[in-house]
Structures are given as structure tokens and as C-alpha cells.
């Protein structure tokens, strides 16, 4: 059985007092929320407080990206280590925005997946086509380009060291959900394409859906076969409606 997982991606938003505010909202819930792995994210600056507000809770903390170094002159970036001191357990790698807007490519993707891994950090492996790549008719090469550029330098077995999230890119912050059916074929998709290298790999890994989900669709999305969870950005950032989703997982 796969654990189902709820994951808050806060993406650039917040402040000192509102991150406390929404993670003592959180805690405040997460006493009826008994199945779902919960997970937040947010800007590497509150990263410590966040962790700090997390322990002693079922709360997990992980960062956004991961520097696919591990030391060194490299501006700007956070290594594995780093996130683990201040209590990462997962990284987000590969999100759309970083592939789209800070032109990450399949290979650098690959290259912070693997290390993550090697710093003990569970990568939450972002994938998705555009929507012009949907209405191409290619959704399914793009997501097996993306997965194979992991599989590659790192081998089949390193995807059972995380979670990948499927997120349509024309369904972020757009309002506009991939229907259970529609997410449910690409779900199904990478599931197969990973077993036919590993099916223990496939049977085990958790696949979320990432885009729009929200307290009103997301049962239905992850009542889906092959849905594991969500990654939520806007939704994430209210306390009752980040809860809303954990408890509809369940
Ligand atoms: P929205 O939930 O705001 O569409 O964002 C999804 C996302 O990008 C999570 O990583």
C-alpha cells in the first residue's frame, strides 16, 4: 500500500508572520489527519522557522530545489546538506517554473535529483507537459523525456528513493484542474513505462497530482487508481483549505 502524501508548495509567498500563522494552523488540524504523509514547502528563508514550528509534529518540511553541487562558489544556491541541517527530508526538483522561467533543463534536473539522493533528501520530482505540448498530442513523450533524464544518470531504482508529481503546466495556478480522468491516464502512463524497467520500482512509487487541486476536487483526483496525493501551491498557503485536502486524501 502506498502511503497517500499531501505536499504544500508555498512557492514565493509569505512573511515572517504570516508563515507562523499559517503553520500553527496547520498544527492545529493535523490532529484528524491519521493517513496522509503532510508535507510543506516554503521559501528557503523560513525553511528553520517552519522546521522549528514542525517539530515534535507529523509535519515534514522540504525545500523547493536543491544545488546539484554539494559545496562551494555557486551564488545563490542551497546544498543537500544545508537542507538537512535545517530539517529538510524532501526537496522539490524540477518544478515547471524552474524548468520554464529559469530555464532548467532535463539533465540539470537529473543532476539535483541525484543530489538530493546522495544527501539523504527524498527529491518530490516534478513532470508535466504544456499545453501546447497536450494539444500536440506528445504529454506522454514529454513526461517519459523528463523521467528518462533521471533514469539515465541515476538508474530505475533512485525513482523508489522519492515521489514524482505529474503537473500539467496549462493547470498551475490557472484554475483550470486536469480532469480524474485526464490525470488518471497520465498517471497510469508513468506507472507503466517505470514497470517496464522495474514493476517492484513502479508498484511502490507514489505518483501526485499537482495543479489547481483544491478542497472541492480533490478527492475525486486522488481517489483516482494511480493518484498517490497532491502537490498544492495556492491552496496550500490557507490553513483550512491545505486540511481540507489532507482529510480528503484520507
Ligand atoms: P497550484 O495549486 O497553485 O495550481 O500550483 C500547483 C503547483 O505548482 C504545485 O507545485
Redesign the pocket.
Known sequence: MRQVMVAG?WKMNGSSDSVKELMAGINAGMGSVTKAEVVVCPPAVYIARVSDAADGTAIKVGSQNICDQDKGAFTGELSGEMLKDVGCEYAIIG?SERRALYAETDDLVAKRFAAARRNGIKPLF?IGETLAEREAGVTNDVCARQIDAVIALEGVEALADGVIAY?PVW???TGKVATPEQAQEVHAFIRAKIANLSADVAQGLRILY????NPGNAAELIGQPDIDGG?????SLKAEDFLAICMAAE
Open positions: 508548495n518544478h516534478c503537473e493547470a498551475i495556478g499537482g495543479g489547481s487541486m502537490l498544492i501551491g495556492g491552496a
